[in-house]
C-alpha cells in the first residue's frame, strides 16, 4: 500500500544527545515536511525539501537538522541544541510544491519524542 | 501575514447530535487554499478537503458539510448526526500560492479544536 511511514513510533533521549527520526513514502511525491505539534497546539514547520539534495529552512528549524538524498526518504536529526525537543514530530509529503501550485499534503502516523 | 484561528478549543457534543466548527483565516493573496485535517487520538493527520480561493461553492460529502465565505474569510465544518467515531482535534490550515514573506505551498495551521463526542 502507498504511504508514508514514520519510525519509531515513540523515542526516548537523554539530554545532550542527538536523535533521528525516519521518515520514508512509497507515493512517488517530490516535497515532504517536518513538523512539531506541541500539546494544544497546531502543527509549525521545522523543514521542507521539494526536490533531493535541496531542502529550505521552516519556521522553527533551530536546533534540527534534515538530509534528502532519496526521493523517498527525509529524515530529521534532533539535536543537542534543540533546547525543548520533547513534542510530536509529522512527516508529510506532497506531489509537488511548484511556482502557483499548492498540493495537498500527506502525513505520517508520527514520532512521539520525550527527553529524561 | 497569514494566520488562521480556530476560536472553539474543545466542544462536546451527544451522538447525534450537529456541530459546527469554525475555521477564520487572514491573508493579502488572492489565491490561496483552505484545508481541514482530523487528528484522531491514533496522532496521525487525515486530509479532509482542500478548496481554493477562486471556488466558494459549500460542499457536502456524506454527514460532512463546508461552507467557505470569502466575505467573512471563514471556512467552517459542519458534521451532522455527528457520531463517537467523529471524536478527535480538527485542524483547519490556509496555505498561499505565492510567497509574501513565508514560503508559497507551506500550510499554516490554526491551534485545532476537539471534538468530543458522547453516546
Known amino acids: 500500500d502507498g504511504g508514508i511511514t514514520q519510525s519509531p513510533k515513540y523515542l526516548f533521549r537523554k539530554e545532550g544527545q542527538n536523535v533521528t527520526l525516519s521518515c520514508e513514502q512509497n507515493l512517488n511525491h517530490d516535497a515532504m515536511y517536518w513538523y512539531r505539534q506541541d500539546p494544544g497546539q497546531g502543527l509549525r514547520l521545522i523543514y521542507y525539501s521539494q526536490i533531493v539534495n535541496d531542502f529550505q529552512k521552516g519556521d522553527i528549524a533551530e536546533g534540527y537538522s534534515v538530509s534528502r538524498e532519496k526521493k523517498e526518504s527525509f529524515p530529521l536529526t534532533v539535536t543537542s541544541a534543540q533546547k525543548n525537543p520533547t513534542a510530536f514530530y509529522l512527516c508529510?509529503?506532497?506531489?509537488?510544491?511548484?511556482?502557483?501550485?499548492?498540493?495537498?499534503?500527506?502525513f505520517g502516523p508520527g514520532t512521539r519524542l520525550t527527553v529524561l | 501575514a497569514q494566520k488562521v484561528t480556530q476560536a472553539q478549543t474543545e466542544i462536546s457534543v451527544v451522538e447525534k447530535e450537529d456541530v459546527t466548527l469554525d475555521c477564520v483565516y487572514e491573508?493579502?493573496?488572492?489565491?490561496?487554499?483552505l484545508f481541514w485535517y482530523k487528528q484522531p487520538p491514533s496522532g496521525e493527520l487525515v486530509f479532509l478537503i482542500r478548496?481554493?480561493?477562486?471556488?466558494?461553492q459549500n460542499e457536502i460529502s456524506g454527514r460532512y458539510s463546508w461552507n467557505f465565505q470569502k466575505s467573512t474569510s471563514s471556512f467552517n465544518f459542519t458534521i451532522t448526526a455527528s457520531q463517537v467515531v467523529d471524536s478527535a482535534v480538527y485542524f483547519c490550515a490556509l496555505s498561499e500560492a505565492w510567497n509574501y514573506g513565508g514560503s508559497q505551498g507551506n500550510l499554516i495551521f490554526g491551534k485545532g479544536t476537539k471534538l468530543s463526542v458522547k453516546p
Open positions: 491573508t493579502r493573496d488572492t489565491t490561496y487554499y
Open positions: 478548496r481554493n480561493s477562486f471556488d466558494e
Open positions: 508529510a509529503s506532497s506531489i509537488d510544491q511548484g511556482v502557483s501550485i499548492t498540493d495537498t499534503q500527506y
